[in-house]
């Protein structure tokens, strides 16, 4: 089976000058932080309103240097904080996300 738009395309969509319209908030998070744009990232996954969203908060702290507020984060994500380098975090967050996306009926 074929991946919609798997972590290659995404990839590639950074090119862009902006996200791909189907991607959810935590997704689109994470393309404007591939761009280094920290604070668009963020203010798509502050209010916390689900998991994901809670994870790639924590995550954006992180990046950020805000030691104790992504742990916070990761917390409410009910994840321990991740220690692995940024941008590996970033890209298995990524996958992570594009293959719930897979999952969803109909996509």
Known sequence: MTRPFDARAFH???AGDTPPPALPPHLRALWHDARGEWGRAHDLVEDGAT???CRVHAYLHRREGDEA???YWYRRAGESPCREP?????DTLIRRYLADLEALPGI
């Open 12 to 14: 590639f969509s950074l």
């Open 51 to 53: 998991r994901p969203a």
């Open 69 to 71: 507020n992504a742990a």
């Open 86 to 90: 940024l941008d590996r975090e970033r």
